[in-house]
């Protein structure tokens, strides 16, 4: 099959190099400091007082933007070097996945070094259609350098391969073209032998809590091992249903068919200890807050076939003054 002729100014890119985007601020330790914090890394090379190393998976943050969008230091590149998706948008390769990434790392990099890096449009595959849809992988490498008055020294490079492509249409969307569309139903949860215990309970107005009969502790999402003690044996515990927010979001964009919109979604502290995601009803999303406690209710959707584990915030006044 020849390629399409829009193909080939966007395939003559390949190669191109764009210019230097640096680092704000040079290695530190305060930012190794956070960073390991953050990770959970506990290394003394990392940590120690003096000439610090920078743990190497951190290449890529030292020259990331700003808090805002596109906000890099002075002298940076103006340079797209996504130009090449950019130019394919227009012939309908709308959506883009990442598909992998790769750092390998040329040396260590030390306190004080100040970094830039580069980017090469190193490849576009052939065109390739996958469930997704049907587009170009494309491959872009970013080769970070250390500033030296001697000579710049590369530190490591960063390989990242997104598909950028057209989206297949849907089933639904081929074969039932005159039907007048069917009110949207919730996509169902995607139910493994780990997962089903949790939603054949939730069918029976229970909300289930795997347990692991070797050691006891509890956990949520479900899985086959225990992390804790790493045993494969396991029962299950029916929790109360009474839990705490203890974190959430209001989803706003995209508005999605059949969800309510703004969506509250909720992380929910157990009262047993475990934490899960969940819908949360009968409130309002401006008056949603951390640490208010909330109760858990079985409601169906999808005419019948499908019943979800929500929360509802408990009102204040039934509790609070006993
Ligand atoms: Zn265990």
Redesign the pocket.
Known sequence: MSEHEWMHDIRALVGKEYGRVYAWDKVNAPMIRQWCEIMGVDDARYLKEGAVTAPPAMLQVWCMEGFTMNNYPPGSTKENPYEALKLMEPHGLSSVVAVNSELTFSRDVMEGERLYYTTRLDSISPEKTTALGTGFFVTLVMTFFSEKTSGDEEVGQLLFRVFKFRPAQTHSAQKEPAKMPAPAKRPPPGISDDTRFFWEGANQGKLLIQR?T????LRHPPGPV?S????FEWDTVQASGRGTIYSFVVMHYPEVPPFDHPNPIALIELEEGTRLISQLVGVKPGDVKIGDAVQVEFNTFNDGELTLPQFRPVTQSAGASA
């Open positions: 692991c070797a050691c006891g502790t225990c804790k003690c790493h045993s």
